[in-house]
């Protein structure tokens, strides 16, 4: 079946560096991945929509300069939180469908915490 | 109002039980319809796929869709302790490269 991977699983940085976060589809090409964020017994949040070859696409709320993504490739998203403060502390995830499959495939999901 | 509405629980049950999960969900172009399990600090995992009303069964879960209620639902037969997780419902317009919108999740824990 369709794997997305995402490194890495955990991080912490201190408050106003930046931290890069990759997602890939390890056994198939996608143009479209999604990036969640989700906060501790809540459920997924859509954060943006990242394209291959195109500027993403940010869902209301969503700081698009504070949440940069690059989808550079047709297996390899990344999502860089700058200038990164607690309150960006969270749970975040990715997803991406293998067009030969049904539903979506979500990496395992990176923790970050903002010291 | 949300476009979809999960009932967060918590919901225990014993082992072997029948469970019933739901979600009700207020866009009517919603056309597909998905369950997924999530484990603790764990990714989402895809359990069941829908895309018409009616059943459909996968060893001992069964999804259920009814377009004319909204209103989706997912059973879980013999229920084992390896069950108890967190159980999402997600659904989208279309098939393609579509966002998802998601349930609030329902933490369920099967006790041995």
């Known amino acids: 079946g369709a794997v997305v991977s995402q490194h890495p699983s955990r991080v912490i940085c201190k408050s106003g560096t930046s931290v890069k976060i990759e997602c890939r589809s390890l056994d198939f090409q996608a143009t479209t991945m999604f990036w969640y964020r989700q906060f501790p017994k809540q459920s997924l949040m859509l954060m943006a929509t990242?394209?291959?070859?195109?500027?993403?696409?940010?869902e209301q709320g969503v700081e698009k300069d504070k949440f940069l993504i690059n989808h550079a490739s047709l297996t390899l998203s990344t999502l860089t939180v700058t200038s990164a403060h607690p309150e960006d502390s969270s749970f975040y995830i990715c997803?991406?469908?293998?067009?030969?499959?049904?539903?979506?495939?979500f990496g395992s999901g990176t923790r970050l915490t903002v010291v | 109002q949300k476009e979809v509405e999960q009932d967060p629980g918590p919901l225990s049950v014993p082992e072997g039980a029948i469970v019933s999960l739901n979600c009700t969900y207020s866009n009517s172009a919603f056309q597909y319809f998905m369950w997924y399990r999530q484990y603790s600090r764990k990714g989402p995992e895809l359990l069941m796929y829908?895309?018409?009303?009616g059943n459909k069964e996968d060893g001992r879960f069964t999804a259920q869709v009814d377009k004319s209620s909204k209103y989706i639902s997912l059973f879980i037969r013999d229920s084992q302790p390896s069950d108890s997780a967190t159980y999402l419902c997600?659904?989208?317009?279309?098939?393609?490269?579509?966002?998802?919108?998601f349930g609030q999740g329902t933490r369920l824990t099967i006790n041995p």
């Open positions: 997803s991406a469908r293998d067009q030969a499959s049904y539903g979506y495939t």
């Open positions: 829908t895309y018409s009303s």
């Open positions: 990242s394209n291959e070859g195109s500027k993403a696409t940010y």
């Open positions: 997600a659904m989208s317009i279309g098939p393609g490269a579509q966002k998802l919108v």
